[in-house]
């Protein structure tokens, strides 16, 4: 029995990998990825931009005129 679970557990080192992937195709996919992970980071900054858009007219409404570059009301 115990030679038997030693077998296996060797066998299970020395398994092949079943999906190599070659040099030049993890060389693209990180490339992909990189470019996914920028175009993702301009949507977000765009998001943020038109929030502050957003959130000035809404102080412009509710506090007369907008303080620039302060998040805070008028006192």
Do not use: Q
């Amino acid at each position: 029995m115990v030679a038997r679970s030693k077998a296996k557990g060797k066998s299970m080192l020395n398994k092949p990998n079943k999906n190599p992937v070659s040099a030049s195709t993890m060389f693209k996919l990180r490339a992909l990825a990189k470019k996914n992970l920028e175009e993702k980071e301009g949507t977000l900054s765009n998001k943020r931009k038109r929030l502050e858009e957003i959130v000035g007219r809404v102080e412009e409404k509710m506090f007369g005129e907008r303080k620039d570059g302060e998040g805070t009301s008028k006192e």
